[in-house]
């Protein structure tokens, strides 16, 4: 029993060694993943959480075109028979939140994330392959009010590519990232009113997602500082 006991004694002592850092180096569980950075917003409390690695699920509705689970990523195609870009919605009552998610171009022209209210369009960011737009929607089709373009921003999207969009809507202002780097913001009254649904819609050919995520938006306190060096940088193209 004499060498059994030895042996377990020594190993506890490397263990305990491996725990210190005694030896050099230091165990440790795997990097979590680091979440992008947000600019006019900080990630409060986590509201919704998909991978959308499964077929849309009953909470998600299929308005238009074919959705469908490929690879793991929801695979979104329009359909020539609907005449009308592929649409798919989820209910969400929220007032200020940050959304998160990846994309890839399959041949589409044009993919976006539709905010809107009970009954109309609110805003949305418009994603092509030469880069993406954020604006404020048309609020009444027919009548006087007309959709607001707060900026375009020229950059390659590449087909066949996944890219990070991050969109930040907290009181009036909204703010859209892509991949962490290239920024479009904006503010208009319709912006700060109740929200009750989001949704994705691709325009030609096909698009596919992955790893939604949607928080509560917290006021960031670096935002007034933030938002006046990027107003004084060179403008989008």
Partial sequence: MFPLAISRRACLQLCAALAAGSLGFTVRAADAPVEPKTLLAERGKLLLSDDLNAAP???WRIAKGKWEAVDGAWHGEE????????????QLKFQNAIFQYSFKLDGA???????????????RVL???????????????????????FKS????????EWHTLVVEILGQEMLASLDGDKVG????ELIGTEKFNFGFTINGASA???????????PNKDWAETKAKLATAEPAK
């Avoid at 359909?79 to 798919?88: G, I, N, T």
């Avoid at 030469?130 to 009010?145: L, R």
């Avoid at 913001?185 to 208009?188: E, S």
């Fill in 208 to 218: 596919s997602f992955k790893n939604l995520r949607v928080w509560e938006a917290l």
């Fill in 109 to 123: 022209k044009q993919t976006t994330l539709s905010i809107n209210d009970q009954k109309e369009h609110v805003c």
């Fill in 153 to 160: 921003v020229t950059t390659p999207i590449k087909p066949g």
């Fill in 57 to 59: 699920a009953k909470e």
């Fill in 127 to 149: 994603l092509r392959p030469n880069g993406f737009t954020v604006q404020k929607d048309d609020h009444d089709h027919d009548g006087p009010d007309k959709a607001v373009v």
């Fill in 79 to 90: 359909l020539p028979s609907d005449m009308h870009p592929a649409v798919v919605r989820h």
């Fill in 185 to 188: 913001f904006g503010a208009h």
